[in-house]
């Protein structure tokens, strides 16, 4: 398969040898990289928001002004935007994810399994930038009336149901961030579902179960860890999304607890002020947003990928 | 004995929840048809001659395209690409081929953890170590965020395919007495090109769309393109703009932006696919005959 050349026999050895021996260690070198960008990353982050940590402390995480002239910055609303849209997103994409995902593998006839799982994955790979096209210009509208004004009409009753409805803001930012995670969500749940053993299936029906009361008590249980998993790895996503968030989350840096109310989330924060920022605490305030942000995704992914781990490595015990 | 209304009830529980799921996955491939069939539509209508040989044009003036920022996006992806290749293909070999157990985990770990970074942190930090440290926001720093992004990817998928190269394949090299990493990168690489190559689209498609991290990075340009160490206009960052704008006619550019955009991403995606699913069908690459002795052969069950 390779061309062996005729060559001087000692000098293509002794060559092939040195090779052979840094090979290796270059594949190491770059291997390192990787490493060693994630590294970078965290003492970066780390010493570019040393300004404003010095200026502000802790304090920062539980301060909510940010005033660019008189140099006061704090990240409680965009904290709590970010935990709030992400909430949103998960409320309703968990059970339309968990719901296709049982769909794909106990429900759908064969020939349709390929195909409807193939559009689904599609929608994961459609640029942010377009979905938040498409929401500023088709969910907006929609989310201003006929949702908000109806759930303002119905239900204004509750706090977090008051409030003009602008279209833009939490709810609009939430709807958009479970379109983006349904995807994930979906074909990590599949592939959990998927990997529950046959005689979990026929046993249950066995005794009689329907085949909703097979999914639920001998399918879903089995595959617990992989799902959970799922939906950490999509929360993961939703805390880190920027483009399309900040496309319909109205960018206004203010805690109220309505979910029609426009806010910001730590990503759009840095998305929308990052090129203007002037240097100095304004820089620094947004970089330790950005070490936030970082730190707890990086929890997020530590706790999905262990729980996904668990799942692959106790498939043939009966967890 | 179970009674008959129990027995009602159970079915028609049955029934409801199984609709319930059906409704569900139905939903869910309604909201990529009215993503897809919104873009497409508006996109198209949008989209003309002048919006891909014409330079934007300054406000208030009708007309001008994208050709710039097009051309911008093809730079960039190249740039992200030169740097993301070598290095997610030697850590692919190294993870597949050379690695023990220990390191190749903690080096896996890291990159799945570099794969869940949020992109927009990814654009500070090449802010930080390479616009601040060279005074400019230029293509080359969009091409470094852009290349953080894609190499864990294509590691991973390189290392996947490569460990897919049965284990004989690897014997006959090295018993036909070449060196080690003769038999790795003139046979087993080789082997496994289709599944790096796949990686590589993938990685090109995933950063194809990236916006965040070229906010302040590639930053966006009037000029056109300047060099590497010159701001530059990509096609994500014009979209957002446009978008953002009041202008009817800015917004429909974004349209047909986005109509190009996602026809890119959308065909790599699907090319990518076809590519995979036709190595799946196909059980013997290169008159070699798979063995199906390692897990990591369960794609060819």
Redesign the interface.
Known sequence: ??P?KRENKWRTNRF??I??KL??N??????????A??V??II??NT?AIPAFSKFGFSFISSTSWDPVKENFGALPAIFGTLLSSFIGLVIAV??????A???V???PTWLRGP?S???E??A??????????G???LVPFVRSPIESWLGDKLGFFPFFQGPPFGVGFLAAGMILA?MV??II?AVSRDAIRAVPDQQREAMLAVGA????M??RAVLPYCRSGLVGGVILGL?RA?????AVT?VIGNSYQLKASLFSPGATI?SK??SE??EASGGAFTGS??EL?LI??AV??LV??VA?VLLWRMTSVKGSSE | MMSETTYLR??W??RL??G??????G???L??G???G??LARGIGALNLDFLTQAAKPVGEVGGGMRNEIFGTLILIGLGSIIAI??GL??G???A???SPKVAS??R??????A??????????A???VVQPLHS?SALSAGVALA?IM??VI?RTAEESLKLVPNSMRE??LA?G??????????IVPGAMTGIVTGIMLGV?RI?????PL??TA?GSQFGVQGLLNPIGAL?LQ??NY??SPYPDW?QQ??AG?FL??ML??GI?ILV?WISSRRNNRPVIRNVKRSNKNDNDIRFG
């Open positions: 398969m390779v062996v092939a040898h090779v052979d090979f290796p270059m594949t190491l070198v770059f291997a390192l990289v990787i490493v960008i994630l970078g990353l970066v982050l570019d059970p339309i994810s968990l719901g296709a049982i769909f794909l106990e429900i759908a409807a193939l559009i689904i599609m929608l790979a459609i640029p942010s930038v377009i979905i938040g096209l498409w500023l210009f088709v379109i349904i995807p979906t329907t085949r909703w009361e999914i639920r993961g805390l880190g999304e920027t483009m496309m990503a840095i998305a990052f090129s947004l970089i950005a942000l970082f995704t990086l992914n530590v990928r | 159970r079915k529980f049955n929840m199984l319930l799921s059906s409704t569900a996955a939903l869910a491939i909201i990529l009215l993503i897809l919104y873009t070598p290095v030697m850590s070999m190294f993870l081929e050379f690695a903690a080096v770990f890291a990159a799945d953890i570099l869940g970074v949020p992109s927009i942190v990814v654009g500070v930090f802010y930080a170590i926001y953080i190499i864990p590691a006959a090299a036909l070449i060196s080690r990493w003769r038999a790795v990168v003139g046979v498609a194809a769309g990236e916006t965040a906010l302040f930053l994500p979209i957002y978008a953002l917004q974004a349209w986005a955009l996602i991403v959308l995606s696919r």
